[in-house]
């Protein structure tokens, strides 16, 4: 009997704990629901060409999730990352998209790093209708049209004539009047939008061609590219290339003793603290594109704070030891990301993409708010020139005086250096 | 926009571009233009070569093509021990085709990643002296950037041809290319003289990385821009031809200048690979070839 008892008492033992299981499982089901990982995903450049900003674009994008988390999530809910290396090839993008939303079914997709990286993610994201941040795309969405697709570069509406409107504006005000001009660029997206826009740029400028030519993105010497151009004897030379053949370009026109009157444009990587350690006073007289720059009137809330946590991880992480170009920018497009899921107070697409639409962010490299295409509403393009640079110390690059915004005149901390031969003396 | 000066300032940088792809194809004619094995992880260690010359420049200010040189012997047993590795495991087995290359290009991968790990993604450059300088000579202009590694790709074919031309391992390497199995029934070792030839071609890779990192900044996986490119040197020269290589060399670089500078720079790789394929169709052995 006692047995038998005691065997009955584990039986109503058990029904009870499982009850009690049943219970528990079902009062926590919602509260697990509500903290389940925001999860967002990517491509990023990490091998490749293009890693040394793609690894640096992630650091920020990391520094911004853990702030985020600690202050308790988006939605409530702690925000993950779900990336992969694209190793800076088109061809992989969309292997990497498709993954994203249909094995990791993320909430929500950015873009990887560049124009070339972000054309084959734009037909995915408009079959699907979800809202794409991109990171430093040039006119990506021109054909599209796309009414969820929102760029954090400053390119403005009409990003491929906005990206070289400034450098052409100061050609038009030089006195006396400048006359001819060369392009050349890469064999790539990027460059061809940027030659594009300048081709437009340079007939207000009233310049006239001399020298219109592309090279091969593997050029390995510049010199007879810089010879041909140098022959044409041109005003303004305007370059649109990527970080190494930047670096190619100013090296060859050192050696070759190519001076026009203006020189720079649309040169990725010169704003690297990499090459601007090796390259030094070579330079100076350059008049480039930039989007953000260490001069006082551009010193927006939140930006030194964010800087200091890269300058302290960047180092171990083997990327650009100031990252003044393109970090705050991935950091500022979280943000706005960020904003916009809280505002909107859902994760839906719909929802998301409205709010990015309609309302404006505080980010910190300023105020952005979209157009209608995705680009900002009024572009913020700078024009900075290379000044006063003295050996290859990093340190005097960290601050101001050495990029001086010349353009937009809202911006403007210095003046320019005319001509180019004056600013090497 | 033609002038006798473009034309002479056109061919002069082609001839520099040429001493320096000599420089980074020698390893490839060796390898496989001697020994037939299709390395081609190559660049990657040129890559590696190039961030060895790095570590050590910026440590101790050394100049990149002396610490280039220094570091031969450590790409030397490099090369010895791959293929030791690559014999054991594929040649010996008959196997080494298709399985052999994709030994090497694994051994691309992993090269590529151990170079990510150890110094990041971000680019590299040096400073020297004779960097983004030039001298005239009349209305001539050198670049020293290219000039040095130039000199410094003619002396090191130079060297390489004189080794296999004139000293006793140089001749049995040129032998077990011709046939193995004859200089195995003379009682030489071909696997041990395939060795050495191996560690020699890899040796190069150095004094090759040396001379890149003082033309173009470097990331881990640029070498794979090279892979065509010095495998096109090879072929185009003739394989196993030393002077072949670097006549291939110079010619290449010739067009690649001239189309540069005068019918647009983007015809410069269509028409380099142009010339291969029409001296291929002329002379499948290539320019120099047996």
Known sequence: ?425 | MFSFDLLANAVVAGILLGGFYAAVSLGISVTFGLLDVANIAHPVFIIAGAYAVYAVHTAFALDPILAGLLFTPLFYGLGVVIYRIYYVSFERAGEQSLRGLVFFFGLLFIAEVSLILAYGVDYRMIEAPYIGRSVSIGPIGISLRLGVPCVVGLLLTLALHLFLAKTFYGKAIMAVSQDSLALRLMGANPIQIKTIAFGLGMATASLAGALLIVIVPIEPSMGREYIGRVFAITVLGGMGSIGGTLAAALILGVAESLTSTFSGPSWALAVSFGILLLALAVRPSGLFGR
Not at chain 1, 15 to 43: E, K, T
Not at chain 1, 237 to 252: C, K, Q, T
Not at chain 1, 289 to 294: A, E, S
Not at chain 1, 368 to 397: A, H, M
């Open chain 1, 1 to 425: 009997m006692v047995r038998k008892g005691t065997g009955g008492m584990h039986v109503w033992a058990l029904v009870g704990a499982l009850l009690g299981a049943l219970m528990l499982a079902i009062a926590l089901a919602p509260v697990s629901q509500a903290a389940s990982p925001l999860r967002i995903g990517f491509g990023m450049a990490l091998t490749g060409g293009l890693a040394a900003n793609g690894k640096a674009a992630l650091l920020a994008m990391e520094i911004w999730r853990d702030e985020v988390n600690k202050n308790g999530g988006l939605l409530g809910r702690p925000v993950e990352f779900v990336y992969y290396d694209d190793q800076t090839k088109p061809a992989s993008v969309p292997g990497i998209y498709t993954k994203l939303l249909d094995i990791d079914k993320v909430d929500f997709v950015v873009s990887g790093y560049g124009t070339n990286l972000i054309a084959p993610v734009m037909p995915i994201v408009i079959e699907r209708n979800l809202v794409l941040m991109g990171l430093f795309g040039l006119a990506n969405n021109e054909k599209f049209n796309y009414p969820y697709y929102f760029q954090i570069g400053p390119n403005g509406p009409e990003p491929a004539k906005e990206f070289s409107k400034a450098f052409f504006e100061l050609a038009a005000a030089q006195n006396p009047k400048l006359r001819t001009v060369a392009l050349t660029g890469a064999d790539a997206e990027f460059p061809h939008s940027a030659l594009t826009g300048a081709r437009e740029n340079l007939k207000q400028a009233g310049l006239e061609v001399v020298y219109d030519r592309t090279y091969p993105p593997t050029t390995t010497d510049f010199t007879p590219i810089v010879r041909a151009i140098k022959a044409t004897n041109p005003d303004v030379v305007f370059v649109a290339s990527y970080p190494p053949d930047s670096v190619g370009m100013v090296l060859a026109a050192h050696e070759v003793g190519l001076q026009p009157k203006l020189f720079g444009g649309g040169m990725v990587g010169l704003q690297f603290a990499t090459f601007q350690t090796k390259l030094g006073p070579k330079l100076n007289g350059l008049v480039n594109y930039d989007f953000w720059v260490p001069e006082p009137t551009l010193n927006f809330p939140g930006i030194n704070e964010f800087l200091k946590k890269y300058q302290a991880q960047a180092e171990k992480q083997g990327v650009d030891p100031l990252g003044h170009y393109l970090p705050p920018w991935a950091y500022a497009m979280m943000q706005v990301l960020g904003q916009a899921i809280e505002g909107a107070k859902s994760a839906d697409q719909k929802a998301v993409g409205e709010y990015l639409r309609a309302q404006a962010f505080d980010t910190i490299v300023g105020k952005v708010k979209f157009g209608s295409n995705g680009e900002w509403d009024k572009p913020r393009v700078l024009l900075v020139q290379y000044q006063n640079i003295q050996g290859t110390d990093l340190g005097q690059f960290a601050g101001p005086g050495k990029r001086v915004v010349l353009l937009p005149a809202v911006w403007k901390s210095g003046s320019l250096i005319y001509p180019y031969a004056e600013a090497l003396k």
